[in-house]
């Protein structure tokens, strides 16, 4: 006869995997949703430069190199063309304005100078010539005149003796009338030697101005030649050192071409070199200090060139107030030039993380210290110290400023 068998009550053992696939579901679904899905990657903690963001004063400045330079540079050139005969200075020499640098030879111009010298003897013997023919004509004209006017003296007389004799008939009419043409015509003889004497002496008066017009401008062409003499010496045309003399004996140069330069040493300037990154800020006037000898300098930028090379862009700055001891040029100062007004910010120290991130993220270090983790930031001014951060992290948090480039797109840093 059967026997019923009563079922066993409890967890039987071919319930087991289903209760462990249904648990390994459950501990998935609450992976899925409540889990942290960053991607991670351990990190050296040693390896890690790690600074506090805090509140304070953000000093907007930018610190750069300037080299001093000499507050005007001269250029030396010769005015006239010629070969280098000698070297009277040498550089580095101080000179004084007019000192002569370089004497200049040029046969070519003494050629001129010799030409000239005959051309301006030649004229001044045609006018000599030309003023004894003027006399000579003037004596013979007055002798001719003086001659006529005895002539008509004495054809006068005849005529009035004659004319009295017509009167009482004693005369012929023919007679009469032959003394009185020889009267008339030796008056207008006298008259046209007047005249010719007249215009003579205006036209000799005339060709004599003009050869001495010619004559002084002759001389003044002289005068100049020998001014293009006296410029084969190049002299300083200010005072100064000469800072540069870039010829050798013999050498041709010709009228303009750089030779040499003098550097006024009466003051000096700075010229720096700044990232293109501040050229929208920096500008003249915009002022700035740097320390030497335990001492504080200011300057002041006069000028800003607008040319961007190699990611740089010049400036010239002029010292302001006092002037450091024993200032040379060709030294170098760290400037450090003020693009705004100190204001309150969270700032972080300055890292290499920047150059990865653009400053748009950063990681912060949780309370405990074991994790890192990225965090979206907005980054404004900075200055060779600090950051200005404008948003996402508060006073007092951790943050990592050291470089990123080997953690990739990870999120989250642990550190170990």
């Not at 390896?47 to 080299?67: C, L, M, P, S």
């Not at 000239?116 to 003037?138: C, G, H, I, Y």
């Amino acid at each position: 006869m059967d026997r019923v068998l009563e079922k066993k009550k409890g967890l039987q053992k071919k319930h087991i995997p289903y209760v462990a696939g249904g648990a390994a579901l459950l501990l998935i679904l609450i992976w899925l949703i409540f889990g942290d899905h960053s991607s991670s990657l351990k990190v050296d903690s040693r390896t890690v430069t790690i600074e506090t963001a805090r509140k304070g004063q953000f000093n907007d400045y930018v610190r750069v190199n300037g080299n001093v330079l000499p507050i005007t540079t001269v250029q030396v050139s010769p005015l006239e063309s010629g070969n280098v005969d000698v070297k009277v200075v040498e550089e580095g020499a101080l000179v004084k304005e007019g000192d002569v640098i370089v004497k200049l030879t040029n046969p070519q111009l003494n050629m001129q100078i010799l030409t000239s010298e005959a051309d301006l003897a030649e004229k001044e013997n045609l006018l000599r010539n030309t003023r004894v023919s003027m006399e000579q004509e003037k004596l013979n004209l007055q002798k001719e005149r003086l001659q006529l006017e005895m002539e008509v003296t004495r054809k006068k007389r005849k005529f009035e003796q004659y004319e009295a004799l017509h009167k009482e008939n004693l005369i012929s009419d023919e007679e009469y009338q032959q003394a009185k043409e020889d009267y008339e015509l030796a008056i207008k003889q006298k008259t046209l030697v007047y005249e010719r004497q007249e215009q003579d002496s205006l036209f000799r008066s005339l060709q004599v101005v003009n050869m001495e017009i010619s004559l002084e401008s002759m001389k003044k062409n002289m005068e100049l030649i020998r001014q293009r003499v006296d410029n084969l010496n190049v002299k300083a045309n200010i005072d100064g050192e000469l800072g540069l003399l870039d010829v050798v004996l013999g050498q041709y140069v010709t009228a303009g071409t750089k030779v040499g330069q003098i550097n006024d040493l009466s003051d000096y300037k700075i010229e720096a070199m700044i990232d293109e990154h501040y050229i929208d800020r920096v500008k003249p006037g915009l002022e700035g200090t740097f320390e030497r000898q335990g001492g504080k300098f200011g300057l002041v930028v006069k000028t800003v060139f607008p040319e961007v090379r190699n990611g740089q862009f010049r400036t010239w700055c002029y010292l302001t107030g006092d002037r450091p001891e024993n200032i040379r040029s060709g030294q170098t100062y760290y400037i450090n030039l003020e693009l705004g007004q100190p204001t309150e910010a969270i700032i972080i120290p300055r890292g290499a993380f920047y150059q990865t991130t653009g400053g748009s993220w950063i990681f912060v270090v949780s309370p405990d210290g074991e994790k890192a983790y990225r965090r979206p930031v907005k980054i404004g001014r900075q200055n060779p110290q600090y950051y200005e951060v404008l948003e996402g992290l508060d006073d007092g948090e951790k943050v990592i400023v050291s470089s990123y480039e080997t953690y990739g797109d990870n999120e989250v840093l642990l550190l170990k």
